[in-house]
């Protein structure tokens, strides 16, 4: 079974950038779309974006123009670099692998300071 493990989580003070990881144990990886999501307290889980095999994407409108999703299929790694960070931006960000069935990462928890 394919498991995720994010990583980049922690403090950063408004206008700040974070770059957050997510690595995937399985070549699966380079033909599923992957995603982040968040979650704050709360509040609903919500996509933040996503990017597929072919290297397509899309954002949230909150986030566009700030964050960037990217993919390394060699390393089977997903990346998020987020960019003018905003204590709006604090939640809980996970990792989404989807293909036959949705594989999910535990989560690295991002905080937003100011």
């Known amino acids: 079974q394919v498991q995720l493990v994010e990583s980049g989580g922690g403090l950063v003070q408004a206008g700040g950038s974070l770059t957050l990881s997510c690595a995937a144990s399985?070549?699966?990886?380079?033909?599923?779309?992957m995603g982040w999501f968040r979650q704050a307290p709360g509040k609903q889980r919500e996509l933040v974006a996503t990017?597929?095999?072919?290297?397509?994407?899309n954002y949230a409108d909150s986030v566009k123009g700030r964050f960037t999703i990217s993919r390394d299929n060699a390393e089977n790694t997903v990346y998020l670099q987020m960019n003018n960070l905003q204590p709006d931006d604090t939640a809980v960000y996970y990792c989404?692998?989807?293909?036959?069935?949705?594989?999910w990462g535990k989560g690295t928890l991002v905080t937003v300071s100011s």
């Open positions: 399985k070549n699966i990886f380079r033909i599923a779309t």
């Open positions: 990017i597929t095999s072919g290297g397509s994407t």
């Open positions: 989404r692998l989807s293909h036959i069935m949705d594989v």
